[in-house]
Each structure stands twice: as structure tokens, then as C-alpha cells.
């Protein structure tokens, strides 16, 4: 017993020593940003605009939108419905994974976590999907992979003080998949699930808020509670000493949380389809806040393990658990029990 609770304390120590390590890189990313000097005249504008609208219009896709003609394979490419100031970002990008059956299979979004940097794990698990009836998708995120800028760390201009480009990203990010989902439809598909770690799983659990077609949702130390990853989280301390320089405190970001935020938000599916995982030892997406999403979205799944916000023991957990759920979903293929050396997904997702 006393050799178990050892081990569990070098477990922790160590999970906290490299997520401290993540954290501080991340927040010396963010201080090389400085906000511009309209920043707080922009916030205000930012809040008076959306002070009586509905959330959903944020996510609404735009009157006029041509949508693209989807690949069978191979990389989609198109203009963001909501282009923001950097052009690179600009451009929407996913890779397709189809299965043997074609795309009237059901199909997986997956969506990486901030500053990830190698997408070899994912297209490992696309392939594992495959062989499981399943086919994949691969979003590149704002500012992430295909978008990210030259000269830029991945996601490096993802989430900052700068709230409101990042806020234009989350929209961008949810409204582009929106586009990629209903145009799946539009090809034979009847079943589509996302699963999303950290930065990605608050993508996707916006997505699941405000897209009818997603009826699958795989959560894994998603970033729900916006305010306290601002205003409270060790990733985030130059972020807010960046607001607070130009003298924005969290009484001045907290109306227009409504716009990001997962847990102000009800699901558009029930939520027996709906599994979350947290790490037991994560300060960023800790687990009593995805607990509390848990409660709120009553039925829905939740598991944690021992493992920071930075660790490989969540994805194939997440994979292995949604087969157990929804077994009839998983009916082609094996189990989704591999050896654990070959259970990494191959990239670091700091936050």
C-alpha cells in the first residue's frame, strides 16, 4: 500500500514538473505580444455588439457562404467564412481519412490540442478508425499547422490577451466545421462524432452546442470554464498581466464569456452520447470543472486518470472507453486495445 501511494506521488510530481515546463513556455510565447493600443476601445465596441444577441448568432454560418465541394480523400482547403486579419489563418484546412465503406460511414472529427505540433499520432488513430468502419478528420486549427504563420510557433497566436482575436479563431474553428459536417451529410453520412483534447476538445464542445448533425462528443481535458483558464490558470499569467496593463480586469471580460464559454451552453444531442475524460493532476482543465460539465449535462460519461494536462494515457482511454459505450457504433473491426507503446498519440499538447 505504501509503494502504491509512492508511486502515485512520482506520478503526480512528474505529471506537474512537465505540465510547469509547458506552462512556462506557453507564457513566454504569449509575452512576446504585446496588445495594440485601440485594444480597449475594440473590447468595448466587442461588447456592446453582442451584449443582446444570441449566442447562436456568433456561430451561425454567413448569409451568401458558397460552401466547398468536399475531397475524397486528401486535404480540403477554403476561405474561412469569418476571415480575421492574418491571412495565412485564413484558410480552413482538413485532412480526409475515408474508410473502406466510403462516406456514408460514420465519421470522426479529431481536433488537437493548442501548440500541437506533429499530426503522425493522429493520422495513426485516423487509420485505427478506419479499420474500425470509421472515417477521419483532421481540423487544423486556427493558427495551427497549414495556418500557422511563418516565423510563429504552432498556436502561438491561438489564445493571448489579444481576446478578441482569440474569440475570431473559436468562431472560425466551429463554424468551419460546421461547414465540413453538413457538406458530409450532403455526401451519404448518417453518424458523425468529435473528439477533441484540451483547446480542441473546447472546439468541440461548442460544436456539439450548435451543430444538430454531431451526434457523438469525446472530450478529453477540454478548456470549459474560459474565465478561470484566463483569469486563474498558470499557463495563462502573461495573458493576464498583458489585460491587466491596459487595465482590463475580469469584471470586464465576464460579459462576453457567454459567447465561448461550454458551460453556459446546453448540447444539442443527449447526453449518454457525450464522454469526458479529465487527468487527475491537470491545472489547466482541472477535473472538478469537468465534473462540473458532467452534472450539467445530465447523462453524460466522465472518467479521470492520473495524468497532468501533458500525457498520452487520454486518447487511447477515450477510444477504448467510447467502444465500450456505444458498442453498436464500433461493430466493424477490433477493440481498441493496443500495447501502451503503441497507444502514444505521437504529440505534445501542452494546453
Same mark, same amino acid.
Given at each position: ?283 489547466? @482543465? ?44 464500433? @461493430? ?18 501542452? @494546453?
Amino acid at each position: 500500500m505504501k509503494s502504491r501511494t509512492l508511486l502515485s506521488r512520482i506520478d503526480q510530481t512528474r505529471a506537474m514538473a512537465v505540465d510547469l515546463v509547458s506552462f512556462g513556455f506557453v507564457n513566454l510565447l504569449q509575452a512576446r505580444h504585446p496588445l495594440p493600443a485601440d485594444f480597449c476601445a475594440e473590447w468595448d465596441r466587442f461588447t456592446v455588439e453582442w451584449a443582446n444577441r444570441p449566442v447562436e448568432e456568433f456561430y451561425r454560418l454567413p448569409d451568401g457562404f458558397v460552401p466547398p465541394e468536399l475531397p475524397d480523400r486528401g486535404r480540403l482547403l477554403f476561405r474561412s467564412p469569418y476571415p480575421g486579419e492574418h491571412e495565412q489563418n485564413n484558410q480552413a484546412a482538413f485532412d480526409f481519412f475515408p474508410c473502406a465503406q466510403g462516406w456514408s460511414a460514420p465519421t470522426m472529427l479529431l481536433a488537437h490540442g493548442l501548440m500541437s505540433v506533429s499530426d503522425f499520432g493522429y493520422k495513426l488513430w485516423a487509420r485505427r478508425l478506419n479499420a474500425r468502419g470509421w472515417n477521419a478528420v483532421f481540423v487544423h486549427l486556427p493558427y495551427h499547422y497549414s495556418r500557422r504563420l511563418p516565423w510563429h510557433f504552432h498556436g502561438e497566436l491561438c489564445v493571448g490577451s489579444e481576446l478578441l482575436r482569440t474569440a475570431a479563431g473559436i468562431r472560425q474553428a466551429v463554424v468551419e466545421c460546421r461547414i465540413v459536417l453538413q457538406q458530409l451529410r450532403k455526401k451519404g453520412g448518417n453518424l458523425f462524432g468529435g473528439w477533441g483534447t484540451s483547446y480542441g476538445g473546447w472546439i468541440m464542445a461548442l460544436l456539439g452546442c450548435f451543430e444538430p448533425l454531431l451526434q457523438r462528443l469525446i472530450l478529453v481535458e477540454p478548456i470549459l470554464h474560459i474565465d478561470n483558464a484566463i483569469w486563474r490558470a498558470p499557463s495563462s499569467v502573461s495573458l493576464r498581466a498583458g489585460l491587466r496593463r491596459v487595465g482590463i480586469g475580469p469584471e470586464d471580460t465576464a460579459m462576453n464569456m457567454r459567447l465561448v464559454c461550454p458551460v453556459q451552453q446546453k448540447p444539442l444531442m443527449p447526453g449518454e452520447h457525450i464522454l469526458m475524460l479529465a487527468g487527475q493532476y491537470d491545472q489547466i @482543465a482541472p477535473p472538478e470543472e469537468i465534473q462540473e460539465l458532467h452534472r450539467l449535462w445530465a447523462g453524460s460519461h466522465y472518467a479521470s486518470f492520473p495524468q497532468g494536462h501533458v500525457g498520452y494515457t487520454l486518447m487511447p482511454e477515450s477510444f477504448r472507453m467510447a467502444q465500450e459505450l456505444w458498442a453498436s457504433d464500433f @461493430a466493424t473491426g477490433p477493440s481498441f486495445t493496443a500495447p501502451a507503446s503503441e497507444l502514444k498519440p505521437g504529440t505534445l499538447d501542452p @494546453a
